[in-house]
């Protein structure tokens, strides 16, 4: 756009010079300009409207005298804030993004002072959690060469802002700043903003708008929620060895399954039947059946002594294994069976890592583990050798998140330097790369058809990635808040989100669509587990509560929000310990572990 | 988010820690300015850690985190848990410095090393069965669940509310004028004031803004013999009274009754009537415990156990080894047997050495004294006791029926003694002092009367 305009005031000051009869003048300009927009130039009248001719001439002729921008901007502010309801919240969208991006501008051309006072004057409008964090780190920018090393002034600079106003509303705006001759905020508008008029007037659009004006890639969003995303379980067989009486009736029916069916995109172990990774008869046939009149029971796993130091746990599927990783680089796991008797101290120390330990993930058959440190290393143990197995050697910097698969060899994690990773345990080398946040990756987790990941992060969206080319399938967001933590429903379904102020945001993979955000917790959702008949989630927070939250209420419901109400079926509040924990068994027992404070 | 750096700060560090004379303006507000991005950059990162280390506190450990990452120092000293303050410049307006402690390095090599933190503990229990939140110690007390939620059955939320406890204008009134008389100095009209209390019907509205009042009052003058005197008088002027129904707030009265049995000091100087008020409000204790100690099942365990320990306790000063004696006695015979008994051999022999030695000042002599006598008088209501004990063995007959009457009969003559020093304060203030340790001696002339000669070789079969 920028070349536009350019375009566009070199065809004027042509005009302008014909019109007057400077022939030199203006040979003189064309022999200087490139040849394709001569070629334009022929018929140069006609394609410049009413419209824009107006503006060029306040343009030319005000662009000396500057005003405050401040000034202008109050003016835009104030206009907006007093427009029609209907009109108002559509144009209410680009109140944010232009303080940025006038802001921006004034840092571009040096003009310090201006932009400080600028930002002084109107940032505490806009004191939402979504962007607080934005004109946090926007305030230190004081000169033109931070504007590089900023990332939020590079996303906002490289990114146009979109942005879906109705024809009237547009109309509206666009006299509004010829009248009052805002050719600043009329050129901020031209060069950074992706203006979309649409007929409809886009007011269902509001709400969400209202609660993230912060930045985000919309289009992209848009544009990759036109992937496919098979989102169905895995047949047995793909990862079960066939007995061999089965095999010569099976092959025969997996070729007659429709197209929808999933292929699994990377190769998966096989594993007998009764393998511990698996889970067996006993476990379906004892499961306790869930439902609103029959919640589950919870089992808590509270730790003291801790110091503020523990950072991390993971609890094995039968509660067998415990293991925290803290900040002074230990590792320590507890016999689970044991604790029901009496308190256990001290637990098996592990040392190996040289930072704090950010996650534990427990592979699914109890036996081994992974952790990830500050130390930009991932370390896979054993717990009946109590002593690490392998290095993984990878990221540069903390590794936030690391998960073993719901099939145990692979294993993904995700870090400070933006990047997933996903891995085997027997190769020391990340097999795919998965890039595309603008900010630390914070949690990563597996699609229960091991044929995506997700992953969440502080730029307040999260991503789905395909396995098989390591590409973005989905974007969700915007989140209000960076993401804690994540969940899939077993069924590969539901995406849900717990975010760091305290909402939950519950996600349709398939259509890329946000079911539902409620304001869950009153600190940042450290956790959310899935029960095994997809009935409940369980979140726990630094609040102190585990929220139980039916997941069933958002397929009956026809509206297109839920509320709180009618998802949070419980919940229990610990004696003074957030919940750092919460998963269910596969007899879907609730373990919960947390940290007294 | 809108603190800013001002370039003040810069010069006076420059100046101050870097030794440069001057720097110019505009070199200052460049580096200040430049100085706050990296602030607000280092700040980002160290949310960072702070996120991923699940906490919802910023610690040094986070910037140093954050320090570590931007490949710079770490500050070290600041991880200490102790809390330090910032204190402002005064010549630098906007500077806030942390002050460093002067540490005397011998000092600390010679310390002994400081404990090691506790190991981390893991304790598992039932956070919830079945949906519901059994009561356990592990899990909040319910009063705390309000957040819970059921769906099944809605709790009513006016149900929770607190009930509020309205008093009339005529109560508030009528407090008032009770706790002013108490407090007054007009003796004549404070009896009648207690008499009143403790035969009137019409005051139950009042019983827990008295318990507070006594709570507060014997918390709040804990020097002052007089006004804890006119607090214990209170006291028993409102369990005496049958027509109130005092028994739920039993447990907020007992306590400042014990603090003026047990008190380490309850007077300002010595020659203060302290020992009064401690026989005095042993025998307001002996009421509570014979009246109520069969309808609270601790009651009796509980005020036991509190007198035991004080008694036993060798660091407790003398006044509050002479308050558990009196404590016991005021008990009953049976608990002075069991409880004070065991122990007279080791106590008096203590004693009786101390008062030997003879190079303690006249205080401390008083205390011995008065202790030495309390014991005396145990030992006495157990020797009597003993004594009809052994008649009623000839006797051999309805014992059950007798020893209720009979214990009676002991208490109400301790009491008798009670009240007697109680008469004695009220008619004197002046020669309380005479008054005690002659008392010592009529005991011992009391015994002996009783017992002639053989009054020591029993004595000292339990000393």
Redesign the interface.
């Given at each position: 756009m920028p070349n536009d305009l350019d375009s566009f005031l070199f065809r004027f000051v042509l005009e302008y010079l014909q019109r007057k009869g400077y022939k030199g003048a203006a040979d003189a300009l064309k022999s200087e300009s490139k040849a394709e927009i001569s070629e334009h130039f022929h018929n140069p009248s006609l394609d410049i409207d009413d419209h824009v001719r107006n503006f060029l001439e306040i343009f030319l002729n005000v662009r000396e005298e500057e005003k405050s921008l401040s000034e202008d901007y109050a003016k835009v502010y104030r206009w907006i804030d007093g427009c029609l309801e209907v009109v108002r919240v559509e144009l209410g969208q680009l109140a944010y993004p232009l303080l940025v991006y006038l802001f921006l501008d004034l840092i571009r051309r040096e003009r310090y002072e201006e932009s400080q006072k600028l930002l002084d004057d109107w940032a505490s409008k806009f004191s939402e959690q979504s962007v607080r964090e934005e004109l946090f780190s926007l305030k230190g920018v004081r000169k033109r060469e931070q504007l590089n090393e900023n990332l939020v002034a590079q996303l906002y600079l490289k990114h146009r802002k979109d942005v879906f106003v109705s024809q009237y509303a547009f109309e509206l705006l666009c006299d509004f700043l010829v009248e009052h001759r805002l050719t600043c905020v009329f050129r901020c508008l031209m060069e950074h903003f992706h203006i979309r008029i649409e007929k409809v007037s886009q007011v269902e659009f509001s709400e969400d708008l209202k609660h993230s004006i912060g930045f985000f890639p919309f289009r992209e969003s848009e544009e990759l929620r036109k992937n496919d995303v098979r989102w169905k379980p895995l047949k047995e067989s793909d990862y079960i060895v066939q007995t061999s009486s089965l095999e010569s009736s099976t092959p025969l029916e997996s070729t007659m399954t429709d197209k929808e069916d999933v292929q699994p995109s990377i190769p998966l172990p096989k594993y007998p039947l009764g393998a511990a990774v698996l889970e067996t008869e006993d476990d379906k046939m004892r499961r306790v059946s869930l439902g609103v009149e029959s919640p589950p029971s919870a089992l808590m796993y509270t730790f003291s002594n801790t110091y503020d130091e523990m950072n991390c746990l993971d609890i094995s599927f039968d509660g067998s294994v415990i293991v925290a990783g803290f900040s002074d680089s230990f590792i320590r796991f507890w016999d689970g069976k044991e604790c029901g008797q009496y308190r256990l101290i001290g637990g098996k120390p592990l040392i190996g890592h040289s930072g704090s330990v950010y996650s534990v993930s427990l592979s699914p058959c109890g036996r081994f583990f992974l952790s990830s440190s500050e130390d930009g290393t991932i370390r896979l143990w054993s717990t009946k050798l109590e002593r690490d197995l392998v290095v993984y050697k990878g990221h540069l910097f903390p590794v936030w998140s690391v998960e073993f698969s719901p099939l145990s060899h692979y294993f993904i994690s995700g870090g400070h330097d933006r990047l997933g990773r996903l891995w085997t345990t027997d190769r020391i080398f990340p097999l795919r790369l998965f890039g595309g946040h603008y900010s630390d990756v914070e949690v990563m987790r597996w699609h229960p058809n091991c044929c995506y990941v997700a992953s969440g992060s502080s730029d307040r969206s999260s991503r789905l990635w395909d396995l098989r080319d390591g590409n973005s399938v989905r974007l969700f967001g915007p989140h209000t808040a960076s993401v804690c933590s994540m969940a899939f429903s077993n069924d590969g379904k539901k995406l849900v989100v717990g975010l760091e102020n305290g909402q939950i945001e519950f996600w349709d993979i398939a259509q890329g669509r946000r079911y539902s955000r409620v304001e869950g917790h009153k600190g940042p959702v450290w956790c959310l587990d899935v029960s095994k008949d997809d009935i409940f989630f369980a979140s726990g927070s630094s609040d102190c509560f585990v929220h139980l939250w039916n997941v069933t209420a958002l397929d009956h419901s026809l509206q297109s929000t839920v509320s709180k109400d009618q998802l949070l079926v419980k919940s229990f509040q610990t004696k003074d310990s957030a919940v750092y924990c919460t998963r269910f068994s596969r007899k879907n027992l609730l373990l919960v572990a947390g940290a007294a404070l | 988010?809108?603190a800013?750096l001002r370039k003040e700060t810069c010069q006076a560090v420059a100046q101050y820690s870097l030794g440069v004379e001057s720097i110019p303006e505009e070199v200052a507000t460049?580096v200040i300015?430049?100085a706050?991005?990296r602030?607000?950059?280092l700040?980002?990162e160290a949310v960072?850690?702070m996120?991923?280390?699940?906490?919802?506190?910023l610690?040094p450990?986070d910037i140093n985190?954050a320090l570590r990452?931007e490949n710079m120092e770490p500050i070290f000293g600041y991880t200490a848990p102790q809390k330090k303050q910032f204190r402002a410049v005064k010549s630098c307006p906007g500077l806030y410095v942390l002050d460093d402690d002067l540490v005397d390095l011998s000092q600390v090599l010679e310390e002994s090393l400081p404990k090691p933190?506790?190991?981390?503990?893991?304790?598992?229990?039932?956070?919830?069965?079945?949906?519901v939140?059994p009561a356990i110690r592990?899990?909040?007390v319910r009063d705390?669940?309000k957040?819970?939620?059921?769906?099944?059955d809605p709790v009513p939320v006016e149900a929770l509310k607190p009930l509020k406890h309205a008093l009339s204008k005529e109560f508030q009134l009528l407090y008032d004028r009770v706790i002013s008389i108490i407090r007054g100095d007009d003796n004549e009209k404070k009896k009648a004031c207690l008499r009143e209390l403790s035969k009137q019907p019409g005051i139950q509205q009042l019983v827990p803004y008295f318990t507070l009042y006594i709570h507060k009052e014997v918390s709040e003058n804990i020097l002052f013999t007089e006004r804890l005197f006119s607090v214990m008088q209170l006291t028993r002027a409102l369990i005496s009274n049958s027509n109130i129904h005092i028994d739920p707030y039993l447990h907020q009265i007992v306590p400042p009754v014990l603090t003026c049995i047990l008190g380490k000091r309850l007077c300002s100087k010595w020659t203060d009537p302290h020992w009064d008020l401690r026989d005095y409000s042993s025998s307001v204790l002996g009421i509570i415990y014979h009246q109520f100690g069969s309808h609270s099942a601790t009651l009796q365990t509980r005020v036991a156990r509190s007198l035991t320990s004080a008694l036993l306790d060798d660091e407790r000063p003398l006044t509050t080894r002479y308050g558990a004696i009196v404590g016991f006695l005021s008990l009953g015979v049976r608990e002075v047997q069991i409880c004070l008994m065991p122990h007279l051999p080791f106590l008096s022999r203590k004693i009786e050495t101390e008062l030997e030695s003879n190079d303690a000042d006249s205080e401390r002599r008083l205390s011995l004294a008065k202790v030495y006598g309390a014991l005396l008088l145990a030992a006495h209501v157990c020797l009597k006791q003993n004594n009809q004990d052994t008649k009623k063995d000839a006797d051999s007959d309805d014992v059950v029926m007798k020893e209720d009457t009979k214990d009676n009969a002991e208490m109400s003559s301790i009491y008798t003694f009670h009240m007697d020093t109680y008469n004695n304060l009220d008619s004197e203030e002046k020669n309380r002092m005479s008054s005690f340790v002659p008392k010592f001696d009529s005991l011992m002339a009391v015994l002996y009367e009783q017992f002639g000669d053989s009054v020591f070789p029993t004595l000292s079969n339990y000393l």
């Amino acid at each position: 756009m920028p070349n536009d305009l350019d375009s566009f005031l070199f065809r004027f000051v042509l005009e302008y010079l014909q019109r007057k009869g400077y022939k030199g003048a203006a040979d003189a300009l064309k022999s200087e300009s490139k040849a394709e927009i001569s070629e334009h130039f022929h018929n140069p009248s006609l394609d410049i409207d009413d419209h824009v001719r107006n503006f060029l001439e306040i343009f030319l002729n005000v662009r000396e005298e500057e005003k405050s921008l401040s000034e202008d901007y109050a003016k835009v502010y104030r206009w907006i804030d007093g427009c029609l309801e209907v009109v108002r919240v559509e144009l209410g969208q680009l109140a944010y993004p232009l303080l940025v991006y006038l802001f921006l501008d004034l840092i571009r051309r040096e003009r310090y002072e201006e932009s400080q006072k600028l930002l002084d004057d109107w940032a505490s409008k806009f004191s939402e959690q979504s962007v607080r964090e934005e004109l946090f780190s926007l305030k230190g920018v004081r000169k033109r060469e931070q504007l590089n090393e900023n990332l939020v002034a590079q996303l906002y600079l490289k990114h146009r802002k979109d942005v879906f106003v109705s024809q009237y509303a547009f109309e509206l705006l666009c006299d509004f700043l010829v009248e009052h001759r805002l050719t600043c905020v009329f050129r901020c508008l031209m060069e950074h903003f992706h203006i979309r008029i649409e007929k409809v007037s886009q007011v269902e659009f509001s709400e969400d708008l209202k609660h993230s004006i912060g930045f985000f890639p919309f289009r992209e969003s848009e544009e990759l929620r036109k992937n496919d995303v098979r989102w169905k379980p895995l047949k047995e067989s793909d990862y079960i060895v066939q007995t061999s009486s089965l095999e010569s009736s099976t092959p025969l029916e997996s070729t007659m399954t429709d197209k929808e069916d999933v292929q699994p995109s990377i190769p998966l172990p096989k594993y007998p039947l009764g393998a511990a990774v698996l889970e067996t008869e006993d476990d379906k046939m004892r499961r306790v059946s869930l439902g609103v009149e029959s919640p589950p029971s919870a089992l808590m796993y509270t730790f003291s002594n801790t110091y503020d130091e523990m950072n991390c746990l993971d609890i094995s599927f039968d509660g067998s294994v415990i293991v925290a990783g803290f900040s002074d680089s230990f590792i320590r796991f507890w016999d689970g069976k044991e604790c029901g008797q009496y308190r256990l101290i001290g637990g098996k120390p592990l040392i190996g890592h040289s930072g704090s330990v950010y996650s534990v993930s427990l592979s699914p058959c109890g036996r081994f583990f992974l952790s990830s440190s500050e130390d930009g290393t991932i370390r896979l143990w054993s717990t009946k050798l109590e002593r690490d197995l392998v290095v993984y050697k990878g990221h540069l910097f903390p590794v936030w998140s690391v998960e073993f698969s719901p099939l145990s060899h692979y294993f993904i994690s995700g870090g400070h330097d933006r990047l997933g990773r996903l891995w085997t345990t027997d190769r020391i080398f990340p097999l795919r790369l998965f890039g595309g946040h603008y900010s630390d990756v914070e949690v990563m987790r597996w699609h229960p058809n091991c044929c995506y990941v997700a992953s969440g992060s502080s730029d307040r969206s999260s991503r789905l990635w395909d396995l098989r080319d390591g590409n973005s399938v989905r974007l969700f967001g915007p989140h209000t808040a960076s993401v804690c933590s994540m969940a899939f429903s077993n069924d590969g379904k539901k995406l849900v989100v717990g975010l760091e102020n305290g909402q939950i945001e519950f996600w349709d993979i398939a259509q890329g669509r946000r079911y539902s955000r409620v304001e869950g917790h009153k600190g940042p959702v450290w956790c959310l587990d899935v029960s095994k008949d997809d009935i409940f989630f369980a979140s726990g927070s630094s609040d102190c509560f585990v929220h139980l939250w039916n997941v069933t209420a958002l397929d009956h419901s026809l509206q297109s929000t839920v509320s709180k109400d009618q998802l949070l079926v419980k919940s229990f509040q610990t004696k003074d310990s957030a919940v750092y924990c919460t998963r269910f068994s596969r007899k879907n027992l609730l373990l919960v572990a947390g940290a007294a404070l | 988010m809108e603190a800013a750096l001002r370039k003040e700060t810069c010069q006076a560090v420059a100046q101050y820690s870097l030794g440069v004379e001057s720097i110019p303006e505009e070199v200052a507000t460049a580096v200040i300015e430049d100085a706050e991005y990296r602030l607000r950059q280092l700040l980002q990162e160290a949310v960072k850690f702070m996120r991923n280390s699940k906490r919802t506190k910023l610690l040094p450990r986070d910037i140093n985190a954050a320090l570590r990452l931007e490949n710079m120092e770490p500050i070290f000293g600041y991880t200490a848990p102790q809390k330090k303050q910032f204190r402002a410049v005064k010549s630098c307006p906007g500077l806030y410095v942390l002050d460093d402690d002067l540490v005397d390095l011998s000092q600390v090599l010679e310390e002994s090393l400081p404990k090691p933190p506790v190991e981390p503990t893991l304790e598992a229990h039932w956070l919830a069965i079945e949906g519901v939140q059994p009561a356990i110690r592990q899990n909040p007390v319910r009063d705390q669940l309000k957040d819970a939620k059921t769906r099944s059955d809605p709790v009513p939320v006016e149900a929770l509310k607190p009930l509020k406890h309205a008093l009339s204008k005529e109560f508030q009134l009528l407090y008032d004028r009770v706790i002013s008389i108490i407090r007054g100095d007009d003796n004549e009209k404070k009896k009648a004031c207690l008499r009143e209390l403790s035969k009137q019907p019409g005051i139950q509205q009042l019983v827990p803004y008295f318990t507070l009042y006594i709570h507060k009052e014997v918390s709040e003058n804990i020097l002052f013999t007089e006004r804890l005197f006119s607090v214990m008088q209170l006291t028993r002027a409102l369990i005496s009274n049958s027509n109130i129904h005092i028994d739920p707030y039993l447990h907020q009265i007992v306590p400042p009754v014990l603090t003026c049995i047990l008190g380490k000091r309850l007077c300002s100087k010595w020659t203060d009537p302290h020992w009064d008020l401690r026989d005095y409000s042993s025998s307001v204790l002996g009421i509570i415990y014979h009246q109520f100690g069969s309808h609270s099942a601790t009651l009796q365990t509980r005020v036991a156990r509190s007198l035991t320990s004080a008694l036993l306790d060798d660091e407790r000063p003398l006044t509050t080894r002479y308050g558990a004696i009196v404590g016991f006695l005021s008990l009953g015979v049976r608990e002075v047997q069991i409880c004070l008994m065991p122990h007279l051999p080791f106590l008096s022999r203590k004693i009786e050495t101390e008062l030997e030695s003879n190079d303690a000042d006249s205080e401390r002599r008083l205390s011995l004294a008065k202790v030495y006598g309390a014991l005396l008088l145990a030992a006495h209501v157990c020797l009597k006791q003993n004594n009809q004990d052994t008649k009623k063995d000839a006797d051999s007959d309805d014992v059950v029926m007798k020893e209720d009457t009979k214990d009676n009969a002991e208490m109400s003559s301790i009491y008798t003694f009670h009240m007697d020093t109680y008469n004695n304060l009220d008619s004197e203030e002046k020669n309380r002092m005479s008054s005690f340790v002659p008392k010592f001696d009529s005991l011992m002339a009391v015994l002996y009367e009783q017992f002639g000669d053989s009054v020591f070789p029993t004595l000292s079969n339990y000393l």
